[in-house]
């Protein structure tokens, strides 16, 4: 089984040998589409004997270059701000060596960080079968997973972590943020009727701080018609969390778990997604549950969660903190799945009013 690495660039002379010592550790091949270096990025990748070929697409769209080009039999999407967790290569691969034929596409469990204890986890489709017919169709936040459906498979999901650190190393994001809300509002004053434009600008705003503008966007543009595999529900229920509308965070968080359940029964080539979603909606409703002070509703979500999914770290550690710290086994099993956890600069306590912070991250509360 043959493992193609692919990545775009852009001026990235800072940190892509980092990026190239850590993927030939398990690659069998490394591809860059460069997207418009002026510094010594070509340099450095001509050095590693690395290939590269060059786009003038924007974004997203530039990644089909080392879609039609790569020669493995699966193609692991990643960032120059990414790394996979090197203990569970092994896993990766052994996964992928016996997967059925129609596995199209692959979940990866992503570990975002961004600094003072703050962390989130989100599972993604990053890595595809190489059948040499996947497309992307859109420059931002591109569906992988619809790409590897369109080739006729389904998604399965495996656990080989990999690490995020772009808002570590990046402490301003305000440029990138303000660049995508450019794009995305040109794009939905082009096509009005996209709704997947709305929810990724819903997105911007909320990761600006204009969480009102980002709640009434979803209510206003993305509620209605939407596709039933939307996550729509999902959003607007950390939202809301963040926002401390907690009863109202469970109510939507419960209409994706009721939509997204349904979906699984039909045999859906996005069932693993779904089942993925579904514990995300969990951990939404417990962490509210939990604000509400209603800690043995919180709990048994949280226990139910660990049945279902035991290799996700951020179950351990709330379940560790709900339950004011006393069984330290959780908190070394969250370690364990998650050793970037024993780093101070990845995560510390902090004194905060709720037990996180945004999505599933995690804030230790002082005693």
């Not at 050793?339 to 912070?357: A, G, M, S, T, V």
Request: aromatic letters at 10%.
């Amino acid at each position: 089984m043959k493992l193609s690495v692919c990545a775009i660039v852009k001026n990235e002379e800072k940190r892509i040998q980092s990026f190239i010592r850590s993927a030939k550790e398990y690659a069998d091949e490394i591809l860059f589409v460069d997207n418009g270096s002026t510094d010594r990025t070509a340099e450095i990748i001509a050095d590693n004997g690395c290939k590269a070929y060059h786009s003038d697409e924007k974004f997203d769209l530039a990644r089909n270059e080392y879609l039609a080009r790569a020669t493995g039999d699966w193609i692991l999407n990643l960032d120059i701000d990414e790394r996979l967790e090197a203990r569970f290569v092994d896993n990766l691969r052994d996964g992928l060596e016996h997967l059925d034929e129609n596995v199209q596409g692959v979940l990866l469990p992503f570990f975002n960080y961004f600094g003072a204890g703050s962390w989130t986890q989100w599972n993604l489709p990053r890595i595809l079968r190489n059948n040499h017919r996947q497309r992307l169709t859109s420059p931002m936040h591109a569906s992988l997973s619809q790409s590897a459906i369109d080739s006729g498979g389904v998604l399965a999901f495996l656990y080989a972590p990999v690490h995020h650190y772009d808002a570590l190393w990046n402490e301003d994001q305000s440029v990138k943020r303000q660049r995508n809300l450019s794009f995305l509002l040109e794009a939905i004053a082009k096509n009005p009727a996209q709704k997947g434009d709305y929810l990724n600008l819903a997105n911007e705003y909320y990761a600006l701080g204009q969480k009102k503008e980002a709640i009434e966007l979803i209510k206003r543009e993305c509620i209605q018609d939407q596709p039933a595999n939307s996550r729509v529900y999902k959003r607007l229920a950390n939202y809301l969390y963040d926002s401390k509308e907690y009863e109202e965070s469970i109510a939507y968080a419960g209409l994706q778990i009721d939509r997204f359940s349904s979906r699984i029964k039909e045999d859906d080539p996005r069932a693993a997604r779904y089942r993925m979603e579904i514990e995300a909606c969990h951990v939404i409703q417990y962490k509210s549950y939990y604000a509400l002070g209603q800690k043995e509703k919180a709990l048994a979500l949280c226990d139910e969660n660990i049945r279902r999914f035991p290799f996700l770290p951020h179950n351990y550690m709330n379940r560790f903190l709900m339950e004011g710290r006393k069984d330290r086994k959780d908190y070394e099993m969250a370690a364990i799945l998650n050793p970037e956890l024993r780093k101070e600069e990845i995560h510390q306590p902090l004194r905060c009013d709720n037990l996180y912070k945004c999505g599933s991250s995690i804030i230790l509360e002082e005693d």
